[in-house]
């Protein structure tokens, strides 16, 4: 994984929770409904490759990109990105 710079504790702390285990929810969600990462990728309309760097955690999506998976699954931002 990529080390990112961060400006102080808070915000790196902020960023192992977003880049770190909570991305696999993703893949659970996604594996839950059955669905490959291709298949997922075209319902939200992103490549398959970034939706493999999502569940890695080796990117963090966009707030708008964020919303469209949310949506998809039909659950908050929080649910997936957050703990």
């Known amino acids: 994984m990529t080390k990112y710079k ?12 977003i880049r770190g285990e909570n991305l696999t929810r ?3 969600l996604r594996l ?3 669905m490959s990462q291709s298949e997922l990728s075209k319902a939200v309309g992103v ?13 963090t999506p966009s707030l708008r990109i964020a919303k469209r998976i949310a949506d998809f699954f039909r659950v908050q931002i929080e649910d997936i990105f957050l703990k």
């Open 6 to 17: 961060t400006c102080c504790t808070i915000c790196t702390d902020r960023e192992t929770r």
């Open 26 to 28: 993703l893949k659970q």
């Open 32 to 34: 839950e409904k059955g």
């Open 47 to 59: 490549s398959p490759k970034y939706i493999s760097f999502l569940e890695n955690g080796e990117r």
